[in-house]
């Protein structure tokens, strides 16, 4: 699949105690490639013989 490109952005709290990272995609290949880990990753696969999805 390939690199994906984000952008990130740190939110803190007032004492610094807790961070919270924000990444978003940062260009539309990106976003495209997202969008497609996001259906494949609900998608069901056969199992084999050890009951191990197929891929």
């Given at each position: 699949?390939?690199?994906?490109?984000?952008?990130?952005?740190?939110?803190?709290?007032?004492?610094?105690?807790?961070?919270?990272?924000?990444?978003?995609?940062?260009?539309?290949?990106?976003r495209?490639?997202?969008?497609?880990?996001?259906?494949?990753?609900?998608?069901?696969?056969?199992?084999?013989?050890?009951?191990?999805?197929?891929?």
């Open positions: 699949m390939g690199r994906l490109l984000m952008d990130c952005e740190t939110l803190v709290t007032p004492d610094q105690g807790q961070q919270l990272l924000v990444l978003t995609p940062a260009d539309a290949e990106t495209e490639r997202l969008e497609l880990l996001r259906v494949l990753g609900i998608e069901e696969f056969p199992t084999g013989a050890t009951g191990t999805p197929v891929r």
